[in-house]
């Protein structure tokens, strides 16, 4: 009798190969694992180029201020006098929120169309009342998003689609001008009243930082939280009218008391305020003292604060830009960020 002949199919269905459950498990971790070595590779790839499209928007910033010092023969204003209401004699009550350093700018970072839109002789808020809501003559410009001031790390859903992480440094103190009660306010690239040019930086352009990095608020949305929001700074009448380590201190109780007060930080560009596109060294970049603003969110302590990991960039006013690490020494990152505080900071 004729033995069966195998199929030509692979042999009997008894002796077809296959893979266990063991193997294949093998294999599904094997792939895991594989997965899991080179997720944090990609990651760390796409954070380089983030954090690399945010020195070379601080770079730009840096252009452009000094090719509107070559045209005008000092660096922009980030904080005006209020004007004078016509109307009443007196200056504005609440139309005094100054407009920044970057609406000054956008003719030397190729917005010329976006700075013509602009009415500088109008005030940033309306004559009368509290109104949050922006004079009609400004809102084509203060609506418009412009990702040469976001930084791609950042990444924050606010309450709204445009915004700022870039802003000017007004020194230690919570002040954006020098006085005898705060002494260690306007020492850095802006100070309030004037203009200032190359000529006005005895430490030298390439040893004070023009503008640092700010994530923006949470505004409504979830993740609000000291990285991001701020208290409110006025937890005794003095808080803003002494010295970095007296508002500093004055942070610690804020957040103690009430955080976050004010969560939307950074949502526009227009103004140059301690909310919007200013802050201050009085504690190293990421620093661990929550941040906290006056009830007007004008002046305060606005720290550099990034979702680079380890540290910030910074724009000195020479133009060059660095990363200064989270452990930059207190004494060191404040001797940054004066212009004429006798420092020569390598």
Known sequence: ????????YGGSRANRAGMTLVELLVVISIIGLLISLGLPAVQSSREAARRAQCASNLRQIGLALHNYESSNGSFPLNWGNPRVD?????????????YSALTRLLPFLDQQPLYSSINF??????????????????????????AGYLCPSDGATTATPFGDNYRGNYGIGPQPST?????????????FPGVLGSQSFPDGLSHTVAYSERLRGAGRSPGSGPARDFGDIMVHPDCVFRDADYALACCQVA?????????????TWFYGDFECAAYNHAQSPNGRIPDAL?????????????????????????GSVRFFKDSTAREVWRGLGTRNGDELVE
């Not at 006085?179 to 100070?191: K, L, M, N, Q, R």
């Not at 955080?259 to 949502?267: K, T």
């Open 294 to 318: 006056s009830l007007n969110a004008w002046v305060g302590i606005a720290t550099a604060r990034s979702f680079h990991p380890g540290g910030v960039n910074g724009l000195l006013a020479d």
């Open 255 to 267: 957040a103690a008391q009430a955080f976050p007060v004010f969560r939307d930080g950074g949502f």
């Open 179 to 191: 006085s005898p009660e705060t002494p260690d306010s306007g020492t850095g690239f802006y100070a």
């Open 121 to 146: 002789a109008i005030e940033t808020y309306p004559t009368f009342g509290g109104t949050e809501f922006l004079s009609p003559g400004n809102l084509t410009c203060y609506e418009t998003r412009l």
């Open 1 to 8: 009798m004729l033995a069966p002949q195998a199929s030509s």
């Open 86 to 98: 016509p109307t009443r004699g007196r200056p504005y009550h609440v139309g005094s929120r100054p």
